[in-house]
């Protein structure tokens, strides 16, 4: 039997396209939903932001898919809200992630919002004080703060899933059955629902 990895290290790697994350979607909620409820959570290309194409980094590929940051980082007042949520699979990826934006994000604020080292007390009690910008994070942590009224996605205008990047197993974040399972528990919470009416737009770096 092959491993996951043998047949990934063969495979050159092939950027994520918006249609890989519908028929994610689509396979996952076949078994146990009714073709209108599927209906409903179905995205069209207009959700998303263009993908990336494996020729960025994480700073210029923010900077292709939101040319407007700086205005929409200066208008934005709100607490308990980021403009960008940043969604991978660990915290450390995540802090790799908020380094390798520094181009990107100038001046502005940035949240870790993942388990490791952190309660979520105080993330709950920093989004309650201040004001963020981005928000970088994995599933469970981001959906726990959700759950708890911590973080609401009023401003929220940009999510990103760290797509394409593969961990030491050679993993992406969608091969690892507990954060893919949390990554789809968080977009069916209501994220499906602000894509389609157009508030928010996903992008898959």
């Known amino acids: 039997q092959k491993k996951i990895s043998d047949i990934l290290e063969k495979s050159a790697p092939k950027p994520g396209v918006p249609e890989d994350l519908q028929n994610l979607l689509s396979q996952h909620f076949a078994e146990n939903r009714s073709v209108i409820e599927i209906e409903e959570l179905k995205l069209s290309d207009s959700c998303f932001l263009p993908a990336n194409d494996l020729t960025h980094s994480f700073s210029s590929y923010l ?10 980082r200066k208008n934005h007042k709100e607490k308990k809200s980021v403009v960008m949520l940043v969604i991978c ?3 450390l990826r995540s ?11 100038g001046d502005c604020r940035v949240l870790k919002l993942f388990a490791k080292h952190i309660k979520i007390k105080e993330q709950m009690s920093m989004l309650e004080k201040g004001v963020f910008h981005i928000g970088v994070g994995t599933p469970g942590r981001v959906k726990a703060l959700m759950e708890q009224d911590a973080l609401c996605l009023n401003s929220t205008k940009y999510m990103i899933l760290d797509w394409n990047w593969r961990d030491q197993k050679l993993r992406r974040m969608m091969d690892i059955p507990e954060i893919k399972k949390e990554t789809i528990d968080l977009l069916e919470m209501n994220i499906i629902k602000l894509c389609r009416e157009g508030s928010v737009k996903l992008g898959l770096f």
């Open 63 to 72: 900077k292709e898919i939101c040319p407007k940051w700086a205005k929409l």
């Open 89 to 91: 699979s660990s915290a």
């Open 95 to 105: 802090l790799e992630l908020i380094k390798s934006m520094t181009a990107f994000k």
